[in-house]
């Protein structure tokens, strides 16, 4: 099964409201990152998170590693928040496992 | 953070050509990893390259079909043979660097490359 579970795939989100996308895992990982991978295909770093919660600007991320699972809070939805997020176990140094990523579409 | 360079951005080839995606570093960088992205899925890793050293590839992928360098710190290239239509798909490269958030792993813009 999967090793890095992803929900919901897909989302739809009126600009303005909030959402939040969760990560499960099945696998070990001391470390949990986050994409975000825009219409036209660059991959940006949302976050890099140890056991904890990091916030940025209108993104809030927290990885519980007791309970294996993570989650990506957007506030406010804009536009430009459009795109496809995936999370990523990181459960040693060099191999990184992606979900099969939430499909988020912002409404104007 | 590490900025990653990719060219060609974009190409099409013939079935049976082969095709070489360069990818540059802004920094010295020890690993550079290759990912595979079929239209509409997640990222699969192909194989991590080391500088001088063969790089180390992941179940599903080989060196005859995807070769890979790692002249120097900077730089790595892939090589799809003998090019089929199931191959195409975006390749990126990628790295990370150091302990803590930079370990954080940064991408370069992707190539996508479309066999017909």
């Known amino acids: 099964g999967d090793q890095v579970k992803q929900s919901p795939s897909a989302l739809s989100l009126q600009e303005g409201t909030n959402s939040a996308l969760r990560c499960n895992f099945s696998?070990?990982?001391?470390?949990v990152q986050w994409f975000l991978q825009n219409p036209r295909g660059s991959l940006m770093n949302l976050f890099y998170?140890?056991?904890g919660t990091k916030e940025n600007g209108r993104l809030k991320s927290t990885f519980n590693s007791k309970e294996s699972y993570s989650t990506l809070h957007i506030r406010d939805a804009q536009l430009e928040d459009s795109g496809t997020y995936f999370c990523a176990a990181d459960p040693n140094a060099y191999k990184v496992i992606f979900g099969k990523g939430t499909h988020l579409h912002v409404l104007p | 953070s590490v900025l990653l360079y990719q060219k060609p951005n974009r190409d099409i080839c013939q079935s049976g050509t082969s095709l070489k995606i360069q990818c540059v570093a802004d920094s010295q960088v020890v690993s550079m990893f290759w990912y595979q992205q079929f239209q509409e899925q997640s990222l699969m890793l192909m194989a991590t390259?080391?500088?001088?050293?063969?790089?180390?590839?992941e179940s599903g992928f080989t060196k005859d079909k995807f070769p890979i360098s790692r002249p120097n710190l900077t730089f790595s290239t892939l090589t799809v043979n003998n090019a089929r239509p199931g191959d195409s798909s975006i390749y990126f490269c990628s790295s990370r660097e150091g302990q803590g958030d930079g370990n954080t792993l940064y991408f370069g813009e992707g190539s996508r490359l479309i066999v017909v």
């Open positions: 390259a080391n500088e001088g050293s063969e790089a180390t590839y």
């Open positions: 696998i070990a990982t001391t470390t």
């Open positions: 998170l140890v056991p």
